[in-house]
């Protein structure tokens, strides 16, 4: 647990954990809303 208190308390690291966390918000989000659209969507007549 000390290894992961010291990774933590570095500002690089936890800034670069978070943007890695925004980012797989994001892409998540793209995801489910194109999979969303194309299982809803109307076929062409």
């Known amino acids: ?11 690089v690291v936890a800034a670069s954990i ?3 966390a925004v980012t797989c918000g994001i892409l998540s989000y793209l995801a489910y809303y194109f999979i969303k659209n194309i299982i809803n969507a ?3 007549q």
Request: hydrophobic content about 55%; aromatic content about 12%.
């Open 18 to 20: 978070a943007v890695i």
């Open 1 to 11: 647990m000390d290894f992961f208190s010291m990774l933590l308390s570095d500002p």
């Open 42 to 44: 109307k076929p062409p």
